[in-house]
């Protein structure tokens, strides 16, 4: 994507727009090794394309991102590199679950890339993420035609089409603690559906981190995720099944038995707090859309147990000094102490 060149009045990026660099930067960074990998290993030759495509827009998107910060006068994050993938590792996961884990690449960066959209005002990056947005379309569209193509698209339940219009009658409605419960409606069924899949994602990720990472505690880190997704699974699966909607699959059985790890433990542990982050954001939204309030219950304890765990994955990135410094606001109490 050509880039103007920055005027002589020169507009200083605000706090969303260098926030929103400084996260896809940290994304992309993160997501190369993993393609990289994922290129050595895959053996379907159309997933194989897809990951070439996404590939390519990755090593892209880092270059334009580099010269952004350099335009800026802005320090260019560490995040990864070549260094946190072992190329020679054996296949840890199958090409199915690759192409579900790039399509979910896109469907993050579409969630991403939109939000930095909407809080951009300043021209050049308004641009830059109308770019990115639509990339992150192509990409997740293209992931899902090849799954469809397969049989590997998982769909939301069906429903029955009603007779007539409606109108909800009674508070009732809103009931799911006593007595007969309503049945789902169809948001609140759209979201349990990609909770569950979600969570089935990060437990098949994390099942392969467990068996490959390099220390015990980070091992048992990841059992622990491993623990919270299942439960978090069963709970969903649980309200699907008291209207009679079948579950989404699951992934499980595409982790091979190795136990060499492609990554580093470093670019492991952000990718898992990365899956955090979506699954708190996730479930915040779910439980805005969702009015049986035994739903709203449920989806307060995920929180509960994602924000947690997440603060547990964050504090181990401290100790290990992998916890990168995010732009943050000036320390003004600070300063005025150092006279």
């Keep these: 994507m050509n880039q103007k060149e920055l005027s002589p009045h020169h507009i200083?990026?605000?706090?969303?727009?260098?926030?929103?660099?400084?996260?896809s930067y940290m994304?992309?960074?993160?997501?190369?090794?993993?393609?990289?990998y994922f290129n050595q290993i895959v053996e379907d030759s159309e997933i194989k394309e897809l990951i070439d495509t996404a590939l390519a827009?990755?090593?892209?998107?880092?270059?334009?991102?580099?010269?952004?910060?350099?335009?800026?006068?802005?320090?260019?994050?560490?995040?990864?590199s070549e260094r946190d993938v072992n190329m020679d590792a054996p296949r840890l996961?199958?090409?199915?679950?690759?192409?579900?884990?790039?399509?979910?690449?896109?469907?993050?960066?579409?969630?991403?890339?939109?939000m930095a959209l909407s809080m951009s005002a300043r021209k050049d990056i308004r641009e830059l993420y109308y770019h990115y947005l639509t990339e992150a379309c192509e990409v997740e569209d293209m992931g899902k035609e090849i799954e469809l193509s397969k049989g590997l698209f998982i769909r939301t339940p069906y429903l029955s089409k009603p007779n007539k219009v409606t109108m909800v009658e009674s508070q009732g409605f809103l009931r799911g603690w006593f007595g007969e419960r309503r049945t789902l409606t169809a948001t609140e069924i759209s979201h349990i559906s990609m909770n569950y899949s979600n969570n089935a994602l990060g437990k098949t990720l994390l099942m392969g981190f467990s068996q490959t990472a390099a220390t015990e505690e980070l091992r048992s880190h990841f059992v622990r995720g491993i623990n919270i997704a299942g439960s978090i699974m069963e709970t969903l699966r649980r309200l699907l099944e008291e209207c009679s909607l079948p579950s989404p699959t699951t992934w499980d059985t595409e982790v091979t038995d190795s136990t060499v790890s492609p990554f580093s433990d470093k670019l492991m542990l952000f990718h898992v707090n990365s899956l955090n982050a979506i699954g708190?954001?996730?479930?915040?939204?779910?439980?805005?859309l969702s009015l049986r309030r035994d739903l709203s219950a449920k989806y307060l304890k995920m929180m509960k147990d994602i924000g947690s765990y997440a603060e547990d994955s964050a504090n181990i990135m401290i100790k290990n000094n992998w916890f990168e410094r995010p732009p943050q606001a000036m320390n003004r109490e600070y300063l005025t102490k150092q006279h």
């Design 280 to 288: 708190l954001g996730n479930i915040g939204g779910s439980l805005a």
């Design 93 to 114: 996961f199958s090409d199915s679950f690759i192409l579900y884990f790039i399509r979910n690449l896109g469907k993050a960066a579409i969630a991403a890339d939109g």
């Design 27 to 36: 994304s992309e960074s993160a997501s190369k090794p993993v393609l990289l």
């Design 12 to 23: 200083e990026l605000t706090s969303s727009e260098i926030g929103a660099l400084w996260a």
């Design 57 to 80: 827009k990755c090593t892209e998107h880092i270059a334009t991102l580099t010269k952004f910060f350099a335009k800026e006068k802005y320090p260019l994050p560490i995040g990864f």
